[in-house]
């Protein structure tokens, strides 16, 4: 017999268990396929209906959480906000400009954080198909990650002179902003169309399962619209858009508990920011729309640098307050900048005194209490839009475009044209996007 | 893996296997060993040659070996401590031989039996790396001694043994030949009887650094298993050697073996010991009767210079902790059962009040042999421990920080007008209310159990199936008192607990063939699977109600968290014995991880040891001289592996998030990477071991050079890909080092006899790259990875100097006073732009260890030894000094008050100098008397009083004395525990206890 049968005859024999046994053992559970029982990965996600709608509320919530990034530029950078004693070395850059460096936190997060929104309204997209066909949630749920796209590239657009537009880790290069733009347009019409056939009450299942409360898809799509169709110039299309928006709904973004307003935690958690007094001192007399945005009845907080004259914040100064994505008078004063620009001065006098005249709202938006006024020349009416949007659309990220637009009309100069493309993207993007 | 794979993979193994030896008929070969002097020699390890048959001598030296194939054969006996003898005996079939050794005393000998790092037993003269061995006999020598781990201080070449925390149970970390990773770990892989155990120091609540600092605990799991129940140690240094683990051995491997029983009549042991241990230092407070500028500031002093009232309440903190360890193991057997049984209780008082470590554990070792052919092993081990920890370090909480934050002029004593102890005017809590009121223990219960079963179907084969399991359960529940430290703190409740469940399940078929005298050859081929389960529930509670001790209270939180790793190894292995003088062994090991996706789960390590031998045993030369005894020659070569941090990082994670009050989910800014695969080392080790004087000395040496390449960083994305960063595979670092061991066996006559053990071992770790060479990366305060530079070297911000190379001063006005004052070190770059420099301040990393022992035996009854440890070279960063200067509570802050206007250590100025930390850099030089130990042997007519058949009294000392130009309290601590990169950081550490004991045992 040959060792090798003496062996396999021994296993045969009553003792084969031996072996059985410590094979069946070491095969046991031998998968080395495991998952990650404390996260779900993209593939789960994107391949589960529910996944794909949890990732559509996710991209709400990481558009909402950045609000304050976009706030810190614009507001600093203009004549909005002030620093605190608090802040950081790179705020108070941005509020004198001196100092200014593009490693700094501030030039990174309003761009990463906008490319995040950006790929989960990707993965949501790519996605959609989990969702029933021609379904309303379907519909919905596009609509609404082409909206957050396009608020994404629209809020990189007034930030950063030039933007990618591909969102990956191969590298793209920035696009000037007139390609954006029409990225952004084509973005908002086709969400548009994805709901123009359904109605409100089949969309009841998206609101109640992905949309935030107090959200209004189809008004924040014309709303945007409008938004864009002015900042490129297209003012037609920007009066036709903002004539769609109701002026009686408000759309906002909500925070309920866990969840915190960033603005209000930036200003009263953080105690980094706080108001330019020059904002309550700057207003025509008898507007009422400064003690709407702040607190102009108790003394404001200590400035640094010290000759920074500071009020605390009035809108946005409790936890869970909510924020406008738009304004329903940002409409009104839209289309009185299309009119005015496009040689039709009547109706533009009209909506600026529209705005001035408000004496009450049953929204929760600032009304102006003041008297109608007239004026007769294109850029005396420029000089006004500019100054009512200063006080209607205050911390609503807009101001800088602003400066963008109206230039020498506005009585500030930013300390920044625009932040520069973040060094990491600089350092690490294979397109070497820096030059 | 299905089963029928590895069937078919088992029966090719077995197949390449050579002929085997033929054998019908079998003896019984028995006889006693015993030393020059005719004693017993318990626990000498019998082998038949070319077999897998063996036995262990009992305590009556008497040894059995049954089944033994009738022939001609040569058996040889191995004893540490003693040369290895063999003889030839005629086994005849039915009949029994008697075959007796006597064994000469020898310094340390190759023949010494090894098991870890291959895949059947062997001897150390056959493998081409080096091999640590630590006897149980060595472990039970060291004093005061209660975790493995701490028993290898001073014991082991070429290992670091740093103790982080003074805090009784305290972590031990060891770095055996540098450290080989950044961002993983860098402690060694424990293994005990050969089931790999955890020994995470993954802090539960921080008690020392700060959670995002690594996270570390003060204790590692090796404090769990009491010393007393080791039989033998080895250590495995590098890649060349630890090959087998494959994919987690990147740091080397401690296999731990414990004591088994032999056959012969029951053995008792009793042992107790009583400990007082007593701070080794106190920190030097100013105690100037007038008053500084902090004293101003927080300590309620009119003005500077006005007459105050000081404390130093270290009379409250420290105190001298009295411990006690009690032992009891019976052991025994008959020729077909062997058991041993061990038990201890443990109770050791911390130097700093409250803090208190008491440790049960009972551990039953079980073999039964079933037939000649089949044997089985039953080993279970239960720990349960609770630790009074009280936080320290980073800790705004922790007592000694308290003591180092604060001005001496704060009175923190009770307050019977408030009914409180006051607040702390500066930190988080007060001391003496954290000792008072506060808690922190953390208890384990912990099960560790072994199952074996040997098939030797033929003498030449061997299999073996072994299952291993390390179960426990970790909680710990810290609790803050509300309004303990500020009049709106409502009190604070952590309670996380831990489950963690390792599985091992290992198979090995060995073959043994010498086809020819003078050639051997030995076959392995084996299989592991490893499961690592963990899960932590952390509940925690705030706004507290009084009285309540429990979670709850009106703001609850709790989260939980659940990993598992799984590993699947196979091996093979061979080995060539030429005429016992030139050895080769040679392995593959192919390992695949769950943490690591399908095109990278498979790696493969290799290795290659060469050992060329000349002594007594070698054949074909008539021996060497008797004053150069033995000489050998060995190189390797091996491969291994590390784990990435994290065993998730292959996925493209989503986490968890709210908006609107409805779920949702987004991706994790840290992009999947499926093609991570582990950290790959490589070490070349060559080295030569040298007997003079028939054995009586011998000096080992050995250098080393090992790369560790695709080192786990994390790495910027391109920002507009969604991403922040991914790990990838992408830094390497290197490890050179020699190491040199000298034992000696001065004398040895009977009325007296000295052994001595010499060590010195030098390693340089250099990082060799980053993603790019300009890279920096900063851990926790000063600690650096720079290419080109020790891992971990301090970098920071020095003074300004004169051309000269002097210290700058400057003009600094305050209190219509002005002082000179240093001040921190500029650049201007070539922008122009002028910025705070940072340099290279220091290196923690030991330019060199030595440590010297020293046994005598003087007369028969009484023993003495003496360790001393040192380390050399490795600078400290006092952070304890820096803050006590800036808060004035050093002495040295008594210079400025006495009105010296020239001043490096300036409190009235803290921002101007607070990054220069170049002062705070020292020289953590130290060496230590880490045992001492007198043992009398009492007089058989006292022990027989007791009826016992031998009893000894201890007395002891642990760290009695260190000598060190560190002026902190201990230079050996961390203040980071267990961090692989955050060391020599000393920041409010409680320090390592010297330690007294006195001791009896007795065995029956």
């Not at chain 1, 998206?206 to 189809?218: E, H, I, S, Y």
């Not at chain 2, 006597?102 to 493998?127: H, S």
């Not at chain 2, 401690?254 to 042992?271: L, N």
């Given at each position: ?350 909506l600026i005194n529209e705005v001035r005249t408000q004496t009450s709202s049953p929204l929760d938006e600032p009304v102006a209490g003041l008297p109608p006024i007239v004026l007769v020349t294109q850029a005396e009416m ?54 | ?48 040659e070319g077999t897998t048959l063996g036995a262990m001598t009992g305590a009556d030296g008497t040894y059995r070996i049954g089944g033994v194939p009738a022939g001609v054969h040569t058996i040889s006996t191995r004893r ?614 028939d054995e009586r000395a011998l000096v080992e040496f050995s250098y080393y050079d090992k790369r560790t390449n695709d080192l786990v960083l994390s790495i910027p994305l391109p920002p507009s890909s969604g991403f922040s ?280």
């Amino acid at each position: 017999m040959t060792p090798i049968r003496r062996i396999i005859s021994a296993a045969r024999g009553p003792r084969k268990w031996v072996l059985v046994a410590a094979v069946a053992a070491g095969a046991a559970g031998c998968s080395l396929e495991l998952t990650n029982p404390n996260a779900p990965t993209e593939e789960t996600v994107v391949s589960d209906l529910d996944g794909v709608l949890a990732v559509a509320v996710g991209m709400q919530d990481q558009f909402a959480q950045t609000i304050d990034d976009y706030m810190v530029t614009n507001s600093l950078v203009t004549d909005e906000w002030g620093t605190r004693t608090a802040s950081l070395i790179a705020y108070q850059s941005l509020l004198t400009g001196d100092n200014f460096d593009d490693s700094y936190l501030v030039v990174l997060t309003p761009w990463a954080r906008s490319y995040s929104v950006i790929k989960s309204a990707n993965t949501v997209l790519a996605g959609a198909d989990q969702i029933g066909t021609g379904s309303a949630l379907r519909a919905g749920t596009v609509a609404l990650a082409r909206l957050f796209k396009a608020m994404s590239y629209g809020m990189l657009i007034q930030q950063y002179e030039q933007v990618p537009i591909a969102v990956t880790t191969e590298g793209s290069l920035p696009q000037p902003r007139a390609i954006v733009l029409d990225t952004i347009f084509a973005l908002l019409e086709s969400a548009r169309a994805e709901i123009a056939s359904v109605s409100d009450a089949d969309l009841a299942g998206f609101r109640t399962r992905v949309a935030g409360t107090g959200f209004d898809l189809r008004n924040t799509i014309d709303a945007m619209l409008a938004r864009y169709y002015l900042i490129a110039g297209r003012y037609n299309d920007a009066i036709t858009a903002a004539n769609r928006v109701s002026p009686t709904i408000l759309s906002v973004l909500a925070y309920p508990d866990p969840t915190v307003n960033p603005v209000q935690n930036l200003a009263f958690g953080l105690n980094y920011v706080a108001g330019l007094n020059s904002f309550v001192t700057q207003a025509e007399a008898g507007d009422l729309r400064p003690a709407y945005w702040l607190n102009t009845t108790t003394a404001g907080p200590a400035g640094n640098p010290v000759d920074t004259a500071l009020r605390f914040l009035r809108k946005y100064s409790t936890r869970n307050e909510s924020f406008p994505l738009y304004l329903p008078d940002e409409m009104k004063l839209i289309k009185a900048e299309a009119f005015a620009r496009t040689s039709r001065p009547a109706e533009a006098l009209v909506l600026i005194n529209e705005v001035r005249t408000q004496t009450s709202s049953p929204l929760d938006e600032p009304v102006a209490g003041l008297p109608p006024i007239v004026l007769v020349t294109q850029a005396e009416m420029l000089a006004e839009i500019a100054r009512q949007r200063r006080y209607e659309l205050y911390e609503q990220g807009l101001r800088w475009e602003d400066t963008r637009r109206f230039g020498t009309a506005l009585t500030t100069t930013p300390t920044l044209s625009f932040l520069p493309i973040p060094q990491q993207e600089c350092d690490v993007n294979p397109a070497n996007p820096c030059g | 893996m299905g089963s029928r794979r590895f069937l078919s993979f088992l029966s090719v193994a077995l197949l390449v296997f050579p002929a085997f030896a033929s054998a019908q008929e079998t003896g019984t070969i028995q006889g006693r060993v015993a030393d020059a002097t005719g004693a017993p020699v318990a626990s000498a390890q019998i082998r038949v040659e070319g077999t897998t048959l063996g036995a262990m001598t009992g305590a009556d030296g008497t040894y059995r070996i049954g089944g033994v194939p009738a022939g001609v054969h040569t058996i040889s006996t191995r004893r540490v401590g003693y040369a290895p003898e063999r003889a030839t005996v005629t086994a005849s079939a039915g009949g029994t031989i008697t075959q007796d050794f006597t064994l000469r005393a020898a310094a340390v000998t190759l023949n010494e039996v090894v098991v870890t790092g291959v895949a059947a037993p062997t001897t150390k003269r056959q493998l081409g790396n080096t091999i640590e061995t630590v006897s149980g006999e060595q472990v039970a020598r060291a004093p005061g001694v209660s975790s493995i781990d701490q028993a290898l201080q001073g014991r082991v070449t070429g290992a670091v043994v740093s103790e982080n925390s003074g805090q009784p149970g305290g972590g031990i970390s060891i770095r055996l030949r540098g450290t080989n990773s950044i961002l993983g770990g860098a402690e060694p892989l424990y293994v005990i009887d050969g089931v790999i155990v955890d020994n995470s120091s993954e802090a539960l609540v921080a008690l020392s650094g700060n959670a995002p600092r690594g996270n570390q605990a003060l204790s590692n799991r090796m404090a769990d298993f009491d010393p007393g129940d080791v039989e033998r140690i080895e250590v495995l240094k590098g890649a060349a050697a630890a090959a087998l683990y494959g994919a987690r051995a990147n740091n080397g491997v401690i296999q731990i073996f414990t004591k088994r029983g032999q056959a012969g009549r029951p053995s008792v042991a009793a042992a107790t010991d009583v400990t007082w241990s007593k701070t080794p230092k106190r920190y030097d407070l100013n105690m100037h009767p007038n008053a500084g500028f902090q004293d101003v500031a927080f300590g309620g002093a009119p003005a500077f210079g006005a007459p105050i009232q000081r404390f130093d309440i270290q009379d409250q903190i420290f105190r001298t902790g009295l411990g006690t360890n009690t032992r009891l193991s019976i052991s025994g057997g008959n020729e077909g059962t062997t058991y041993y049984l061990g038990g201890g209780y443990q109770k050791e008082e911390g130097i700093v009040r409250p803090t208190e470590y008491d440790r049960t554990n009972v551990r039953a070792n079980l073999s039964q042999r079933l037939s000649d052919q089949f044997e089985v092993g039953l080993r279970g081990n239960y720990i349960n421990s609770t630790n009074d920890f009280i936080p320290e370090g980073e800790q705004t909480q922790g007592v000694l920080t308290s003591v180092v934050f604060t001005p001496t002029s704060v009175n923190p004593a009770f307050n019977p007008n408030t009914g409180r102890y006051p607040y702390n005017p500066l930190l988080g809590a007060n001391p003496l209310d954290v000792i008072e009121n506060w808690s922190a223990p953390e208890k384990v219960t912990r099960i560790l159990g072994g199952f074996d079963l040997t098939w030797r179907p033929l003498t030449s084969v061997s299999l073996k199936y072994a299952a291993g399991l390390d179960d426990y359960r970790r909680e710990a529940n810290y609790f803050q008192p509300p309004f303990s430290t500020s009049a709106t703190f409502t009190g604070s409740i952590q309670n996380p607990v831990q489950f963690s469940r390792l599985f091992n399940n290992d198979l090995t078929a060995s073959h043994a063939w010498t086809p020819r005298q003078s050639l051997g050859l030995n076959s392995s081929v084996g299989f592991r699977f490893t499961s690592d389960k963990n899960e932590t529930v952390r509940a925690a509670g705030a706004n507290l109600g009084p009285g309540q001790t429990l979670v709850g209270g009106a703001t609850q939180t709790a989260t939980q968290s659940k990993t598992e790793l799984r590993t699947v190894g196979w091996y093979i292995e061979e080995r060539v014995n030429l005429a016992e003088r030139l050895y080769l062994t040679g392995g593959l090991n192919w390992d695949a991880s769950s943490a690591f996706g399908p095109d990278e789960r498979v790696q493969m390590f290799p290795r290659l040891g060469l050992s060329y031998v000349l002594d007594r045993e070698s054949r074909g030369t008539s021996g060497l001289g008797s004053m150069l005894s033995s000489f050998r020659l060995r190189a390797a070569y091996g491969e291994t592996g590390g784990q990435p941090p994290g065993i998730y990082s292959r996925f493209a994670n989503y986490e968890n998030t709210s908006f609107s009050g409805r779920p949702g989910l987004v991706s994790s800014i840290t992009a999947g990477n499926p093609n991570l695969k582990p950290e790959r080392q490589r070490e070349y080790e060559g080295g030569f071991d040298v007997g003079f004087f028939d054995e009586r000395a011998l000096v080992e040496f050995s250098y080393y050079d090992k790369r560790t390449n695709d080192l786990v960083l994390s790495i910027p994305l391109p920002p507009s890909s969604g991403f922040s960063q991914q790990f990838q595979n992408i830094g390497s670092l290197t490890n050179k080092g020699v190491e040199l061991a000298l034992n000696t066996v001065n004398l040895a006559s009977e009325r007296f006899a000295w052994r001595s053990r010499f060590t010195y071992s030098a390693n340089r770790s250099k990082v060799a790259k980053l993603v790019t060479a300009a890279d920096t990366l900063l851990f926790d305060y000063l600690n650096a990875i720079i290419v080109g530079q020790p891992v971990g070297v301090f970098l920071g911000g020095t003074y300004a100097r004169t051309p000269d190379g002097q210290i700058a001063y400057r003009d600094f006005t305050t209190g219509g006073q002005t002082y000179l004052l240093p001040y921190r070190q500029q650049d201007t770059l070539a922008s122009g732009a002028i910025v705070n420099s940072r340099r290279i301040i220091g290196d923690p990393n030991p330019k060199f260890v030595a440590t010297f022992g020293n046994d005598f035996d003087i007369g028969e009854r009484i023993q003495l030894s003496v360790l001393l440890d040192g380390r050399f070279g490795n600078d400290v960063a006092n952070f304890s000094r820096r803050i006590q200067e800036l808060f004035g509570a050093a002495k040295v802050n008594e210079r400025e008050i006495s009105g010296d206007t020239v001043n490096r250590t300036f409190s009235g100025n803290p921002t101007g100098r607070s990054l220069i930390y170049e002062e705070y850099i020292e020289d953590g030089s130290y060496v230590k008397l880490r045992e001492i130990a007198l043992q009398f042997t009492l007089p058989p007519g006292i022990v027989s009083r007791f009826g016992a058949d031998r009893a000894s009294l201890r007395l002891a000392g642990r760290n009695l004395k260190t000598w060190t130009d560190y002026s902190g309290l201990d230079p050996e601590t961390n203040t980071f525990s267990a961090s692989t990169v955050s060391r020599g950081v000393e920041f409010a550490t409680t320090p390592i206890p010297k330690q007294f004991i006195i001791g009896l045992s007795f065995n029956y």
